[in-house]
């Protein structure tokens, strides 16, 4: 099929790349020429597994393009919406001046039959309102909304092999023709019996935040939990192990440690705390301030324990900060609680020997301030304190006793959970996890 994809970022880029792969005709369309440029060199502009080879392959087979002009999206029979939704400033409701611009840019180009495919976050009711929009310019164009479900670090995996379909369809007789489109695009995932949740535009614009919302609160329900437990002794790890045997709770998600940052959860649960007020219906998700406010405080708990852990003298302290993204195997650090726990020691006056596989570039951009070290025994030489805040393998799997031989002070607080507290304490160290004695 012909398609083009409005947006190449994150999602868009490997959403575009993936449906090239996948055999499509794919034209990537993006404002920023410098983004385009690199995409149609074949080189990704973030860290993304996997993601460099298909651009590769993809744009070898010649099936990939980039451009700057949206009027190359004429002749495609189905156009993605890939744009973001950032948090609006000084409120917590999404921004959506980039989905507008994008449909607004597309129209001239539609032909009859075309399908519009929003993939970006959008709050509920937004499909709805564009497709009024699509009618009103008479272009005979139909507009379905298909929330895209990838995590960072899996995008590839996430958007070739998905775990589920959602097709918010228009009402009438364009249903079954958006559907045919859709199964088409899909077709390889659809052939494998990836289920298909063919439902309404209000239905699909939930699924996506509510399922953010659902894992935003799995992960604030366990260090909620982790706040118990560290005015109990009780161990939160443990804890998590044992309730997550039950298979109606699962042990995934249920990880404490500093909490959920990123470029989706954080700002999806308070766009929808947002719509639910404006729907009038703001009881209904109060509790997603909760989560917000939990997820929140752990990022100040981790930094009160290294505080108290130096003995209140964080000052000219040489605080060495493992992770800076917000997750492992990602360069991204929007909202992360990695860098946010950097900054914070910093503006205590610690000295912050900040170090990350892949995000210190960004990290720079953001704060710098921040002293920073791109090998990691480099960055734990003669530290007073290590702080884990992202759980790269390479920081899990660090020998304590040789990381004892480089630092100063033998003192290790692991914001993630994933070191074996007692194979370091017998290598001499002072452990300190979130949530466990
Ligand atoms: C998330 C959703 O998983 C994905 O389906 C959606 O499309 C976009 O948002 P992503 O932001 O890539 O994906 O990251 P995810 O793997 O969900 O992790 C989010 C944050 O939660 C990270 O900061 C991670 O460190 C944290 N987390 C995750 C925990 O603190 N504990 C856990 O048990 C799991």
Request: proline share 5%; aromatic share 6%; hydrophobic share 45%.
């Given at each position: 099929?012909?398609?083009?994809?409005?947006?190449?970022?994150?999602?868009?880029?490997?959403h575009?790349?993936?449906?090239?792969?996948?055999?499509?005709?794919?034209?990537?369309?993006?404002?920023?020429?410098?983004?385009?440029?690199?995409?149609?060199?074949?080189?990704?502009?973030?860290?993304?597994?996997?993601?460099?080879?298909?651009?590769?392959?993809?744009?070898?087979?010649?099936?990939?393009?980039?451009?700057?002009?949206?009027?190359?999206?004429?002749?495609?029979?189905?156009?993605?919406?890939?744009?973001?939704?950032?948090?609006?400033?000084?409120?917590?409701?999404?921004?959506?001046?980039?989905?507008?611009?994008?449909?607004?840019?597309?129209?001239?180009?539609?032909?009859?039959?075309?399908?519009?495919?929003g993939?970006?976050?959008?709050?509920?009711?937004?499909?709805?309102?564009?497709?009024?929009?699509?009618?009103?310019?008479?272009?005979?164009?139909?507009?379905?909304?298909?929330?895209?479900?990838?995590?960072?670090?899996?995008?590839?995996?996430?958007?070739?092999?998905?775990?589920?379909?959602?097709?918010?369809?228009?009402?009438?007789?364009?249903?079954?023709?958006a559907?045919?489109?859709?199964?088409?695009?899909?077709?390889?995932?659809?052939?494998?019996?990836?289920?298909?949740?063919?439902?309404?535009?209000?239905?699909?614009?939930?699924?996506?935040?509510?399922?953010?919302?659902?894992?935003?609160?799995?992960?604030?329900?366990?260090?909620?939990?982790?706040?118990?437990?560290?005015?109990?002794?009780?161990?939160?790890?443990?804890?998590?192990?044992?309730?997550?045997y039950?298979?109606?709770?699962?042990?995934?998600?249920?990880?404490?440690?500093?909490?959920?940052?990123?470029?989706?959860?954080?700002?999806?649960?308070?766009?929808?705390?947002?719509?639910?007020?404006?729907?009038?219906?703001?009881?209904?998700?109060?509790?997603?301030?909760?989560?917000?406010?939990?997820?929140?405080?752990?990022?100040?708990?981790?930094?009160?324990?290294?505080?108290?852990?130096?003995?209140?003298?964080?000052?000219?302290?040489?605080?060495?900060?493992?992770g800076?993204?917000?997750?492992?195997?990602s360069?991204?650090?929007?909202?992360?609680?990695?860098?946010?726990?950097?900054?914070?020691?910093?503006?205590l006056?610690?000295?912050?020997?900040?170090?990350?596989?892949?995000?210190?570039?960004?990290?720079?951009?953001?704060?710098?301030?921040?002293?920073f070290?791109?090998?990691?025994?480099d960055?734990?030489?003669?530290?007073?304190?290590?702080?884990?805040?992202?759980?790269?393998?390479?920081?899990?799997?660090?020998?304590?006793?040789?990381?004892g031989?480089?630092?100063?002070?033998?003192?290790?607080?692991?914001?993630r959970?994933?070191?074996?507290?007692?194979?370091?304490?017998?290598?001499?160290?002072?452990?300190?996890?979130?949530?466990?004695?």
């Amino acid at each position: 099929m012909r398609i083009s994809v409005i947006g190449c970022g994150y999602l868009g880029a490997v959403h575009a790349a993936s449906m090239a792969e996948l055999g499509h005709d794919v034209v990537g369309i993006d404002v920023d020429a410098g983004k385009v440029q690199a995409l149609a060199a074949g080189r990704a502009p973030f860290f993304e597994p996997g993601l460099e080879e298909i651009l590769d392959s993809a744009m070898r087979s010649g099936r990939l393009r980039f451009s700057t002009s949206t009027a190359d999206a004429k002749g495609a029979q189905v156009h993605f919406i890939a744009v973001g939704t950032p948090q609006a400033r000084g409120g917590g409701a999404a921004d959506l001046t980039y989905v507008h611009a994008a449909v607004d840019g597309l129209l001239p180009h539609l032909s009859p039959g075309d399908l519009i495919a929003g993939k970006s976050t959008v709050p509920v009711g937004t499909a709805a309102r564009l497709a009024e929009r699509v009618e009103a310019a008479g272009t005979g164009a139909m507009l379905a909304w298909n929330p895209e479900f990838l995590r960072e670090g899996y995008a590839v995996k996430d958007t070739i092999s998905p775990d589920r379909l959602v097709y918010g369809l228009p009402s009438g007789d364009a249903a079954p023709a958006a559907r045919r489109l859709l199964d088409e695009v899909y077709a390889t995932a659809v052939g494998n019996g990836t289920p298909v949740v063919a439902a309404d535009y209000a239905t699909a614009e939930l699924v996506k935040v509510s399922a953010n919302a659902f894992l935003a609160t799995k992960i604030s329900f366990i260090n909620a939990m982790a706040e118990i437990a560290e005015v109990t002794g009780a161990d939160v790890t443990q804890l998590a192990d044992a309730i997550g045997y039950d298979p109606r709770i699962g042990r995934r998600f249920l990880n404490a440690g500093i909490g959920f940052g990123g470029g989706c959860l954080p700002k999806d649960i308070r766009a929808f705390v947002a719509r639910a007020e404006e729907l009038g219906r703001g009881e209904s998700v109060d509790f997603l301030k909760q989560v917000d406010a939990i997820n929140l405080r752990r990022r100040q708990r981790m930094v009160d324990l290294v505080v108290e852990s130096l003995g209140d003298q964080v000052y000219k302290k040489k605080v060495t900060v493992l992770g800076l993204a917000f997750k492992p195997d990602s360069d991204d650090v929007r909202d992360s609680p990695a860098l946010d726990v950097a900054v914070q020691l910093n503006g205590l006056g610690a000295h912050v020997i900040a170090t990350d596989p892949a995000a210190i570039p960004n990290s720079i951009r953001l704060h710098p301030q921040l002293g920073f070290a791109t090998d990691t025994l480099d960055a734990l030489h003669e530290a007073d304190a290590v702080v884990l805040v992202t759980e790269w393998k390479e920081y899990r799997t660090l020998d304590p006793v040789e990381v004892g031989r480089l630092v100063r002070d033998k003192l290790i607080i692991d914001g993630r959970n994933v070191l074996d507290p007692e194979r370091w304490r017998a290598a001499g160290w002072t452990y300190r996890g979130m949530g466990r004695p």
